[in-house]
């Protein structure tokens, strides 16, 4: 009679049987959600590369980057007399910068993170993951050593990395963190790190991780991901607001008669946001998910390329 694939080997103790079949479990389960977020991450990541530069820079390695005319100060070696011939001015020859950084990915995990206002939209947590994974994308083709901070795994170049980074994301096991910000942890000086998030919790509790990781010598961006709800409040009469993480539930008899002051709130967090990350020299970005993913990316990619000049 033919052994089913998840009948007993003989001599296999039950127990390892139970971790077996566990382990295939898990594994059935990661192989199916790693396939969509991946592959829309490369399509997003491959859009923005078609308009963009790399993160370039002048240096001492062996690939040209471009010409320029010579300036009082530049060393006779620089001059490619060849391209000088062509035309009349002299021209030196500027090869790019190949010393590859570490870049330590973060996007926030919390309850909050999984709210939508309406059907069809991307939850906080989805587009969060969306951009992370593409950010990694865009840094590992690029040359850069990605990591996910708080994850303990070291940072790693191309392929491997990606497909690391994905594993780690789609994990069940990882699926959820109750803090809305990361752990402050020793990194290699001159790395940067990008945190993604809703960043709504107090702005002394994110002064606190930006100067601990600035501290560290890390540059650093901030990307705050909201829904359009949570940036319009666009509800009108009696609205009961269910807290995603515990809070008390709370009944506005006439929501419209606090919008003003809402949004006042909000944009106090957001200049407070942008004012503790220009201090520590970051930078700063709001996406909405009713966006596309892309302009996101290509803010963020932009300002990374900006540090990189």
């Given at each position: 009679m033919p052994r089913s694939p998840n009948s007993p080997q003989k001599g296999q103790p039950p127990g390892q049987l139970s971790n077996t079949l566990l382990a295939r479990h898990r594994a059935e389960e990661l192989a199916s959600a790693l396939p969509p977020l991946l592959v829309a991450a490369e399509r997003v990541a491959a859009t923005v590369a078609q308009g963009v530069h790399g993160r370039r820079r002048v240096g001492l390695g062996e690939t040209f980057w471009q010409f320029r005319r010579y300036q009082p100060g530049d060393a006779p070696s620089m001059i490619d007399w060849r391209q000088s011939a062509k035309t009349q001015p002299v021209y030196v020859r500027e090869n790019e910068w190949e010393a590859a950084q570490s870049v330590w990915l973060w996007r926030d995990r919390s309850a909050s993170m999984d709210f939508r206002s309406?059907?069809?939209?991307?939850?906080?947590?989805?587009?969060?993951?969306?951009?992370?994974?593409?950010?990694?994308?865009?840094?590992?083709?690029?040359?850069?050593?990605?990591?996910?901070?708080?994850?303990?795994?070291?940072?790693?170049?191309?392929?491997?990395?990606?497909?690391?980074?994905?594993?780690?994301?789609?994990?069940?096991?990882?699926?959820?963190?109750?803090?809305?910000?990361?752990?402050?942890?020793?990194?290699?000086?001159?790395?940067?790190t990008v945190l993604f998030g809703d960043l709504l919790s107090p702005l002394p509790e994110i002064h606190a991780i930006v100067a601990g990781l600035t501290g560290r010598g890390l540059r650093g961006h901030l990307v705050q991901i909201l829904d359009p709800a949570e940036e319009t409040l666009p509800y009108d009469g009696r609205v009961d607001f269910h807290g995603l993480e515990g809070e008390q539930n709370l009944l506005v008899p006439r929501v419209e008669a606090v919008r003003d002051a809402y949004r006042e709130r909000l944009k106090a967090q957001q200049d407070g946001l942008a004012a503790l990350a220009r201090t520590a020299g970051w930078s700063f970005a709001v996406h909405r998910t009713d966006r596309s993913p892309q302009s996101a990316l290509l803010t963020l990619w932009g300002a990374m390329a900006m540090e990189a000049v």
């Open positions: 309406v059907a069809g939209l991307s939850t906080k947590r989805e587009r969060a993951d969306l951009l992370t994974l593409a950010t990694a994308v865009l840094l590992a083709r690029g040359g850069e050593r990605v990591a996910l901070l708080n994850s303990g795994v070291r940072p790693d170049h191309g392929k491997t990395a990606i497909d690391r980074i994905a594993r780690l994301m789609t994990d069940p096991r990882a699926a959820a963190a109750p803090d809305p910000l990361p752990r402050v942890e020793p990194l290699p000086r001159h790395a940067q």
